[in-house]
């Protein structure tokens, strides 16, 4: 046992070498350190009206960049695409009901805050719950099966696709997106080799976009992951679709990859609906990670014409 007041002491016992470290002493007791509570209940609420709200209403910043891009397609059924689109988002907003039938996975982001204490029931199934109550009173078509090989409808949209994170504060940020399986279907991920460089991660994007074609629903917003690992690749790029329609990403590397890749992408001709034209893509969106010294992963996530994401903050 290790005597009173003495840290840092060897000693040989029976051959042995113990070593007594210095004790760790936490900076202020625990019971000092302020928790915020959050009611289950409060989050199954905001994720069901983030549900019926998103499904409604297309994203504000998508439907901006949409109008821009209507003025620069050079061909006339483009813009009568983009003009449809429009309208067909107008209406869905004024009436209160689907922007598009297919209402998607429901994926979830959670930022939880280290000084958050979630009470009154488990996160994730605080979660699931708001979904349920969001697709059923929301009138949303319920598009989740039990298992990928027996087809079985879960009949409320559940099981969410959920993604936490622990952040420092005590406030708990939701973003729901809805992603529909169009434009899901399309994505695509890659181990790339590191000798492939950033040319070897433009090839990929506009091979994935050229496969896509019509089946993407374009004008899209084409998410991109470079780095990490398999899955952090992946959501890196599924991620990158909720950035502010054109906003450039914040490392500059990433930002001029953006530029060239969105040229690049509208020069493809794939046009919206596929119909040909101009406008395949309103943005490139690149969001990147440190990775191995061998690795170079890759990910590409499109986001269709229906944009929808909301997200609230407890």
């Known amino acids: 046992m290790k005597p009173n007041g003495i840290e840092g002491v060897c000693y040989n016992v ?64 483009g813009r009568e695409i983009m003009r449809q689109i429009l309208e067909n988002a107008k209406i869905a907003k004024e009436e209160g009901i689907p922007a598009c039938q297919d209402t998607g996975y429901t994926v979830v982001f959670v930022d939880v805050g280290q000084e958050c204490h979630i009470v009154g029931g488990d996160l994730s199934e605080a979660i699931h719950e708001g979904v ?20 079985v409808n879960t009949r409320d949209n559940t099981p969410a696709f959920i993604h936490t994170r622990i952040v420092p504060g005590d406030r708990l940020k939701i973003t729901v997106a809805a992603k529909g399986g169009g434009s899901e279907n399309m994505s695509r991920l890659s181990m790339l080799k590191p000798s492939q460089g950033v040319e070897g991660v433009k090839e990929f994007v506009l091979q994935a976009v050229k496969e896509a074609g019509p089946n993407a629903c374009p004008p899209v917003i084409v998410g991109v992951g470079i780095g990490g690992d398999f899955e952090i690749c992946a959501e890196l790029a599924k991620r990158a679709i909720l950035r502010p329609v054109g906003e450039p990403a914040p490392n500059p590397t990433d930002a001029k990859l953006e530029a060239e890749l969105l040229d690049q992408v509208n020069r493809t001709g794939v046009g919206p609906g596929g119909f040909g ?38």
């Not at 915020?36 to 209940?41: E, K, V, Y």
């Not at 059923?136 to 990928?148: C, D, Q, W, Y």
């Open 277 to 314: 034209g101009s406008v395949t893509a309103l943005a490139v969106h690149v969001e990147s990670f440190p990775t191995h010294i061998v690795s170079l992963p890759v990910a590409v996530n499109m986001q269709c014409h229906s944009t929808r994401h909301k997200e609230a903050e407890l």
């Open 132 to 151: 349920r109550q969001g697709y059923t009173e929301g009138l949303l078509r319920k598009s989740i099966v039990a298992h990928p090989l027996d087809r």
């Open 14 to 77: 029976a051959r042995t070498k113990v070593i007594f470290l210095p004790e760790f002493r936490f900076p202020e007791p625990l019971s000092r350190i302020p928790m915020r509570d959050i009611h289950a209940q409060q989050i199954t609420d905001t994720v069901k009206q983030l549900c019926i709200d998103m499904c409604y209403h297309v994203s504000d910043d998508f439907l901006a960049a949409l109008e821009r891009a209507v003025e620069r397609e050079e061909s006339d059924t």
